[in-house]
């Protein structure tokens, strides 16, 4: 085999590999842009659409760590083909839903698929590229997740705006048929085979306690205000906090019997990782509020297109995008913690101006008078997202780098499933006790959005608090290699690593 065919063949299979990275971004994005058109098509309530987004979320959440853990086991490459191979199925069971039942159990299909995909893709890199390559592959992943936050949004608006062979919104899902399929053939080419050399077993227990533990408290969040927030509801949730304290005391036991817990619980001894779980909880949950409630107020309040609404939110995409490479290059590397502080403070003044200014020009405000808060909070968020992971991480031993990576990605996923579950509170809530004529004429979306900015505020302040407890530098030795270094030890290192590309954007 001649030197030139294995580089040929490795950037092919980067070429597979970030394809189908940014078909999964896209998705998480593009959905939102299209909400109220489902909601109009559809029938589908305030709590289906919520279960649409949250759904995905909590599906990839819980899954994420197990993903990995079945790629080392039983091969990167068939993962990969595997989980590409669902999620395209499961996205045409989006596009031909018949009803938001349908689609919301397709979206959780979708978000299982993504979590048996996306921990192979950097893996997969790690395995065919060498070491002195990955800065550059991992500058390309960094690029690519800033392309997928600005065109995710406008990609969804032109493809329900233009009502393609009068399907609505359901292209938002068919465009990822061909992409899906292409990376499936290309892959199985191109792609070659990687295995972890010590897997771990499989802890199915732990993944069932989890996954009921967490759908106990995020099912009644998320029906209760549709149902009248029945005694019920709240007695379930209580269940599911119990489930979860089931859950870690197994995990503990099984740490101690055979040492493959699904979680590796000894982490939270560090005090800079056990804070960084409490700031990717809080920045995930005001995020996962923030991103639909703004969309429903754009369009359902301000009666704006989607169109409208996806190029209004190119500010805040270009804000984000330009202040993370600053972050990474230039900020972090000079004053560390304190770049991380002044981004959640940063983001919450622009929250606060944009609440200012949803209550002051009420209905009436334009696209660009959003430009300047929008401005704020994406130049407040890409100075956290970029460098939070490496953060969190820089104090834990290398023997656990691999398991803190993957509960730092799956808690940020349980943050944002759990915001759209508060959305029930912070938005929907207000929405149900208004008038009739304050629905008509858009006020009662434009007091809702203006409630859930309090509920984001709040949160960023909660952030920018445990952020306090984040190493004020990096260490230079001891702690978690990102940027493509080889994580060593045992155990957990290969399941999910950290320079996954849900980590590059915390």
């Given at each position: 085999?001649?030197p ?25 994005t ?32 819980v ?19 595997l ?25 959780v ?24 390559e ?215 003044a ?24 929008l ?22 031993p ?45 006020r ?40 493509g ?22």
């Amino acid at each position: 085999m001649t030197p030139e065919r294995p580089d040929r063949r490795r950037w092919f299979a980067l070429a597979v590999v970030m394809t189908a990275s940014l078909m999964d971004l896209v998705d998480v994005t593009i959905v939102n842009i299209a909400m109220p058109s489902i909601r109009e098509e559809t029938g589908a309530s305030f709590s289906a659409l919520q279960w649409i987004s949250a759904g995905y979320a909590l599906a990839f959440a819980v899954g994420l760590i197990t993903g990995g853990r079945l790629g080392d086991i039983y091969g990167r490459k068939r993962l990969f083909l595997l989980g590409i191979a669902g999620f395209t199925a499961a996205s045409a069971l989006c596009g031909f839903a018949t009803g938001p039942d349908m689609l919301v159990a397709a979206r959780v299909l979708q978000g299982a698929a993504g979590a048996l995909m996306v921990p192979q893709v950097l893996a997969i890199v790690h395995a065919g590229f060498p070491a002195e390559e990955r800065g550059k592959v991992f500058g390309l992943f960094g690029a690519m997740v800033g392309l997928g936050a600005v065109s995710g949004p406008l990609l969804g608006a032109l493809l329900t705006e233009w009502d393609v062979a009068g399907l609505g919104w359901r292209p938002i899902f068919l465009v990822n048929l061909p992409v899906g399929v292409a990376g499936l053939l290309l892959g199985r080419v191109f792609i070659d085979e990687s295995k972890a050399p010590q897997a771990l077993r499989l802890d199915l227990v732990g993944m069932a306690l989890a996954s009921a533990g967490l759908l106990m408290v995020l099912y009644p969040l998320t029906q209760g205000r549709e149902l009248g927030w029945p005694l019920w509801g709240y007695a379930v949730m209580a269940g599911g906090l119990a489930v979860l304290a089931l859950f870690v005391r197994y995990e503990r036991a099984k740490s101690r019997r055979d040492g493959s817990p699904l979680v590796e619980l000894s982490l939270f001894r560090v005090r800079s990782f056990a804070a960084g779980i409490g700031v990717q909880l809080g920045h995930g949950t005001a995020c996962g509020v923030f991103f639909l409630v703004w969309t429903l107020y754009m369009q359902l309040g301000l009666g704006w297109s989607p169109l409208k609404a996806g190029l209004t939110g190119l500010p805040f995409s270009l804000a984000v995008s330009t202040a993370a490479g600053l972050s990474v290059q230039k900020l972090v590397p000079r004053f560390g913690r304190a770049v991380l502080r002044a981004g959640a403070l940063v983001m919450a003044a622009g929250t606060g101006l944009y609440l200012a200014l949803a209550e002051w020009l009420g209905t009436g405000i334009t696209p660009w008078q959003m430009a300047a808060p929008l401005v704020v909070m994406g130049a407040g968020m890409g100075l956290i997202v970029a460098p939070l992971t490496d953060a969190v991480l820089s104090e834990v031993p290398r023997e656990h780098a691999g398991s803190a990576s993957g509960l730092v990605n799956t808690v940020n996923q349980l943050g944002v499933a759990l915001g759209l579950g508060l959305t029930s509170v912070a938005f929907f809530g207000v929405v149900d006790g208004a008038a009739p004529a304050e629905l008509a004429d858009g006020r009662a979306f434009t007091a809702a959005f203006s409630a859930s900015l309090w509920w984001v505020a709040g949160g960023l302040l909660l952030v920018f608090l445990l952020m306090g407890a984040l190493p004020k530098r990096r260490p230079q030795t001891g702690g978690q290699e990102t940027g493509g270094q080889e994580t060593g030890g045992a155990g957990h290192d290969e399941s999910v690593r950290p320079e996954d590309e849900r980590a590059l954007v915390g």
